[in-house]
């Protein structure tokens, strides 16, 4: 497998790392030339561009990695598609959901597969919630309970997240989407009840801080909060069933460890036995997630998340704007 990034900045660097042992780097593409020969030095042979709409159509590329600004993600992916390349897409895959129709379209005709890359599903602490949850021990799940954020650095509002025709929007864009993505995968299809979408610190036309009141057609409720205005990094995630917990806390280095805890209530209710799950072992979440997408190409199965996942989060988080001010 023959691979081109094109966006070669930090979340670039680390998808050409994944590439070890499973796919080659044939080509680095960035609008500024020099990210990308940094990135070309550590992989020989690989060609070096600012053009990406010639990497789409290069005979040695059969998947394009796009880890562009939101705005660049869907038109790149969907020439990528109707090149017949197979194509990852960086969250939230777009701006808006209907700019994935298009890409979603190209992919059919052409038979390409695109993943969008909500990488936060391949987190161990999230993995191993996951099969928990699979072995029914919750029973039904009643709620899920969320909060994500940071704090920003000097300048936060003057760089591209801050301008809405390139990001799409504010903290509900960045890092609500991963929650919303998350009590998708636990719940099922969401609908939006309500929400806020403040601008409380930073003086940008975007929002800072995303809050969600969302249910299924059964009344499961998930309360999500996303925030720039946090100051020191978190990242929590409780899911609720009838018979027991599970609480996800950490992302491993400046949010914490990554610790999964396991709470079992029992027939007799009271304190409910614990267990508790630790890794302190760096992040594998993005190695998880290629060798997904490369079993994804080797079978021709849909990858999960895919395209429908991310336009069902962007149609959240466009229905919260539609009724919060920002």
């Not at 760096?282 to 991310?310: H, Y």
């Amino acid at each position: 497998m023959r691979v081109a990034i094109v966006g070669c900045g930090l979340i670039g660097q680390k998808r050409a790392r994944t590439l070890a042992g499973r796919a080659s780097l044939s080509v680095c593409c960035d609008v500024q030339a020099s990210r990308a020969e940094v990135l070309a030095k550590s992989y020989p042979g690989a060609a070096v561009t600012t053009d990406w709409k010639s990497v789409v159509k290069r005979e040695d590329v059969d998947a394009v990695f796009i880890c562009a600004t939101h705005d660049q993600l869907a038109p790149i992916a969907e020439a990528a598609a109707l090149a017949g390349k197979h194509v990852l897409i960086e969250k939230p895959g777009a701006r808006r959901a209907a700019e994935l129709i298009v890409v979603e379209q190209a992919a059919k005709r052409t038979g390409s597969l695109v993943r969008v890359g909500f990488n936060h599903r391949y987190h161990r602490a999230v993995q191993k919630a996951r099969e928990i949850f699979e072995s029914g021990v919750l029973s039904d799940l009643m709620f899920i309970r969320a909060r994500y954020g940071h704090g920003g650095r000097i300048g936060y509002d003057r760089e591209w997240r801050a301008v809405p025709e390139i990001s799409g929007g504010g903290e509900a864009v960045d890092q609500g989407v991963h929650l919303i993505d998350l009590a998708r995968w636990f719940l099922g299809e969401l609908n939006f009840v309500a929400g806020r979408a403040p601008t409380y610190f930073w003086e940008m036309p975007v929002e800072d801080n995303a809050f969600f009141l969302l249910e299924t057609e059964k009344r499961q409720t998930a309360f999500l909060h996303a925030s720039w205005t946090e100051w020191k990094n978190l990242f929590s995630f409780e899911i609720c069933g009838r018979m027991g917990k599970l609480e996800i806390s950490g992302l491993g280095g400046s949010y914490g460890t990554e610790k999964l805890i396991h709470y079992q209530m029992q027939p007799e209710m009271g304190p409910p036995p614990t267990t508790i799950y630790e890794y302190p072992m760096s992040d594998n979440s993005w190695e998880i997630e290629i060798a997904e997408f490369m079993e994804d190409i080797r079978l021709g199965r849909a990858p999960q998340p895919g395209i429908p996942d991310a336009r069902a989060a962007l149609t959240i988080i466009e229905q919260l704007y539609s009724t919060a001010r920002l």
